[in-house]
């Protein structure tokens, strides 16, 4: 089945450092989505990219989805306190969303 | 709106006994998920409904039932309760006929002694 693979597992920063989290798909995706989860807390949705190579951007936040619609990434510029969480991306293959394994980010500041 | 609800927070079971993780959303959405989220696997697709009616099994339906008699609920059934299924669950909705946007509930956390 299909298979979606995040690495890394985990990364710990320095305040002000970027962070970058990768995703791969198995199989090739009809759109991609990113989702962060805080400690003790449930996913909240934050992007979805639907076209081959499509970038956006959100402040700080870049997504980007890539040519073969089969690998993803998120990229923080200067991470805060705030970011702290993990973040998760899922894609969608007919009707299904299948999450990746996520990667825990920790910030010291 | 009070968003996607789940009930209960937090449920301890026996090795055996069954119960149902309940799951109500009031957006009018169609499509409802429920998953499972353990330590380094991510969350992972359990039973899901594209609408009232219809429903179908994601990657690790074994051990758990659903059901959608009406767009707004969707609950989870364990049949017959085992350690392997001590995880967090999260039931999730989206407001289109496919997994887009997915909004989710606060989980409900299950511990099977």
């Known amino acids: 089945g299909q298979q979606v693979m995040q690495i890394p597992q985990y990364q710990h920063v320095q305040e002000g450092e970027d962070f970058t989290t990768y995703c791969n798909s198995s199989?090739?995706?009809?759109?991609i989505q990113w989702y962060k989860q805080r400690p003790g807390g449930h996913p909240v949705f934050l992007i979805q990219?639907?076209?081959?190579?499509e970038v956006k951007k959100q402040k700080r936040l870049t997504f980007q989805f890539g040519e073969a619609k089969k690998n993803s990434s998120l990229h923080i510029t200067a991470t805060q306190t705030t970011d702290v969480g993990t973040y998760f991306c899922?894609?969608?293959?007919?009707?299904?969303?299948?999450f990746g394994t996520g990667t825990r980010l920790q910030v010291f500041p | 709106n009070a968003g996607v609800t789940q009930t209960p927070k937090f449920q301890v079971l026996k090795t055996g006994q069954s119960m149902t993780l309940q799951c109500a959303q009031d957006?009018?959405?169609?499509?409802m998920s429920w998953y499972r989220q353990d330590p380094g696997m991510g969350l992972r697709l359990i039973h899901y409904?594209?609408?009232?009616?219809?429903?179908d099994q994601g990657e690790v339906p074994n051990g758990y039932n659903v059901s959608r008699s009406t767009t707004e609920d969707f609950p989870l059934r364990l049949l017959s309760a085992a350690p392997s299924q001590t995880s967090v669950y999260f039931c999730?909705?989206?407001?289109?006929?496919?997994?887009?946007?997915?909004?989710f509930g606060p989980g409900t956390r299950l511990t099977v002694l």
């Open positions: 199989t090739t995706l009809s759109n």
């Open positions: 899922a894609g969608k293959n007919t009707d299904k969303l299948i």
């Open positions: 957006m009018n959405h169609e499509y």
């Open positions: 999730a909705s989206t407001p289109r006929g496919g997994p887009g946007e997915q909004f």
């Open positions: 990219l639907v076209k081959s190579g």
């Open positions: 409904s594209v609408g009232a009616g219809i429903t």
